[in-house]
């Protein structure tokens, strides 16, 4: 059965913080990963992660691969109040539809 | 360009009722997606389509039907709705294999409550 697992389930950081969401998996013929972010309406995409090693950055955010450790990390620098939200990560196989599966996600509360 | 709509944003059923949520992409995407999110729980796939004409079932299909007539339009019916089926909806939608973007971009969602 695939699994997506993410870690912390949820945590507190003050304005300025640095913080680093996990998601672990397991599954079959992995095509991709992706972080999304959820707050109170629909995911927004964040990053998709195909190859280990490659960082991928958008402004304070960055996102790292390991295939052979089958992990990701999500950091985000400089927290501030519009990064609280839930961050979700998903993995992709390959060929048919793409299933897709989710983890729960991680809660993340920045305080001023 | 709307992206992913959907219809209605909330909803309220009595339990036996039925209804149809509705979505629209105009991104031409030919892989669409219906999931349910309870809290706590993350997402969970409830039936998909690879383009008109197909569709097939995801994890949790059960108390649900779809169809896909035309590329952008992909309705979720619930028959005899009950209150487990109590949950937000949401569609998505994705390119697919096709340039390899596989990233999904979701509608609002439909925030469903049976009593």
């Known amino acids: 059965e695939d699994k997506v697992v993410q870690s912390p389930l949820s945590l507190v950081v003050h304005e300025g913080d640095t913080v680093t969401l996990n998601c672990s998996y397991e599954v079959t013929n992995f095509r991709s990963l992706l972080w999304y972010k959820q707050e109170k309406k629909a995911p927004t995409f964040l990053f998709m992660l195909?190859?280990?090693?490659i960082e991928k950055k958008s402004g304070r955010l960055s996102s790292i691969l390991d295939k052979k450790e089958l992990f990701s990390i999500l950091n985000i620098t400089a927290t501030q109040t519009g990064d609280s939200a839930i961050y979700l990560c998903?993995?992709?196989?390959?060929?048919?539809?793409?299933?897709?599966?989710f983890g729960t996600g991680t809660k993340l509360q920045v305080i001023p | 360009n709307a992206g992913v709509t959907q219809t209605p944003k909330f909803r309220i059923l009595k339990i036996g009722q039925s209804m149809t949520l509705q979505c629209t992409q105009d991104m031409n995407h030919n892989y669409m997606y219906w999931y349910r999110q309870d809290p706590g729980m993350g997402l969970k796939l409830i039936y998909y389509s690879v383009g008109a004409g197909i569709t097939d079932k995801g994890e949790v299909p059960n108390g649900y039907n779809v169809s896909r007539s035309t590329t952008e339009d992909f309705p979720l019916r619930l028959e005899l709705a009950a209150p487990s089926q109590t949950s937000v909806y949401f569609c998505a939608s994705s390119p697919g294999e096709r340039g390899g973007k596989n990233e999904q971009y979701f509608g609002p969602g439909t925030r469903l409550t049976v009593t």
């Open positions: 195909t190859s280990s090693g």
């Open positions: 998903a993995v992709v196989k390959s060929g048919g539809y793409q299933k897709v599966t």
